[in-house]
């Protein structure tokens, strides 16, 4: 995602006076600020349960449940979410729960439109400053173990497969798709960030099993496609799912190879080289993906033996123009080639790189330059 992407910043009003509420939503919202109104602090807190908000306007005193109350309980799941209080009545003691819930303005009402605005983007600035200085984006929401269970079972339940299609520089034509995990939640919004997640909460095997799943109930129905690679986390090396006859992927082991990532160690799995000698004897084939982006490197050429090597798109990138990274890949393509092993090089992106890599002897391409991740299945030919 591009970093000067302009994104409009998502406010929240929650005021149970009708009027006030819709002459502020009104009245805010602009180009660069989209609004939601609510009239009270339970619906507020379920959408931003299940929405992403940059900046969140309530009312004080309200039935049911108070602005005080509100930011409390989004307090519980997310520690920066910008607040502006908005009241009628201010009162020291109101005001210093504020101060303790780190609320970013405490305002008597009438606020004038423009007061409000300028606010609103002055928080959201704020915010992203913090953000860049104490951790990578999104971190910060996620702090509550709750939050992040029910973020990754959403996750996983709207999780879809997409396919990118893999082309023979021989021939031009597409062999096959590389499936690639998508997810329609919001706190976790690439596959990274799910993985992270089901790092932390002990739960990769239920997102691998998920995946491998939702690969499979493609395969059954539809016979096209081509072979298909599947994204292994080096620790579904260690779910025995993966290694039952009866597994949804099994009945298409001999159109799969698992790709095993060389970001992500080893270590932590025994027995690889037997559970290689596994799947292997259940007709898988194996490849190292993200070669060169990794730290383990040219030690997973040795334990796991793949029968293919995809090279990172770290290398590939420039690749036609920086005689470096020239001469690391063709060593590897070179290498992999004795070896008796197939290249397959990612994240190919222009006609340039494309041309050298084919030059250097690569056998299969991924990349933008040839299609991006779709439905299934679009075969693709270079001209
Ligand atoms: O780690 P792995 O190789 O499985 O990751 C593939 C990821 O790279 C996918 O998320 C896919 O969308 C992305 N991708 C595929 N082709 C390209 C490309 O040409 N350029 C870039 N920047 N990303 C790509
Ligand atoms: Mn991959």
Not at 202 to 217: F, I, N, P, Q, W
Not at 327 to 335: A, F, G, I, M, Y
Request: glycine fraction near 6%.
């Amino acid at each position: 995602m591009s970093s000067t992407t302009v994104q409009s910043i998502r406010v929240l009003v929650v005021d149970d006076d009708p009027l006030l509420l819709g002459a502020t939503v009104r009245l805010l919202e602009s180009p660069s600020i989209r609004v939601q109104g609510v009239s009270s602090a339970q619906e507020a807190l379920a959408l931003l349960q299940s929405q992403p908000i940059d900046v969140l306007v309530s009312d004080l005193q309200m039935p049911g449940m108070t602005g005080i109350e509100l930011a409390t309980a989004v307090r519980r799941f997310d520690l920066d979410l910008p607040v502006i209080f908005l009241t009628g009545s201010p009162s020291v003691e109101t005001a210093s729960r504020a101060f303790e819930l780190t609320a970013f303005r405490y305002l008597q009402k009438p606020v004038p439109a423009s007061v409000l605005r300028a606010l609103i983007e002055e928080a959201v600035r704020l915010r992203d400053l913090v953000r860049a200085r104490t951790h990578g984006p999104e971190e910060g929401s996620l702090a509550d173990r709750g939050t992040l269970v029910a973020a990754l079972s959403r996750a996983v339940a709207t999780m879809t497969m997409v396919f990118q299609p893999i082309v023979d520089c021989a021939t031009h034509r597409t062999i096959g798709h590389e499936a690639l995990m998508r997810t329609r939640e919001p706190l976790l919004p690439h596959p990274g960030a799910v993985l992270e997640a089901a790092e932390k909460l002990g739960r990769l095997h239920m997102v691998g099993r998920t995946g491998r799943a939702l690969v499979a109930a493609v395969l059954a129905s539809r016979a096209d496609g081509g072979t298909i690679f599947v994204n292994l986390h080096p620790s579904d090396l260690a779910d025995p799912e993966l290694y039952l006859s009866d597994a949804p992927l099994a009945r298409f082991a001999s159109r799969i190879v698992l790709e095993i990532t060389e970001r992500a160690s080893l270590e932590a799995v025994p027995y690889v080289s037997s559970r290689m000698a596994e799947l292997r004897t259940r007709v898988y084939r194996i490849a190292v993906d993200d070669l060169g982006a990794g730290y383990a490197g040219l030690n997973y050429f040795a334990s796991l033996r793949p029968d293919i090597v995809k090279i990172d798109m770290s290398l590939t990138r420039g690749v036609d123009a920086d005689p470096v990274r020239a001469k690391v890949v063709q060593s590897l393509v070179n290498l992999s080639h004795e070896l008796g092993m197939l290249v397959v090089a990612e994240g190919v992106e222009t006609l340039g790189e494309r041309d050298t890599l084919v030059e250097m002897g690569c056998n299969y391409l991924q990349g933008y330059l040839l299609a991006r991740p779709a439905a299934p299945f679009v075969a693709i030919e270079w001209l």
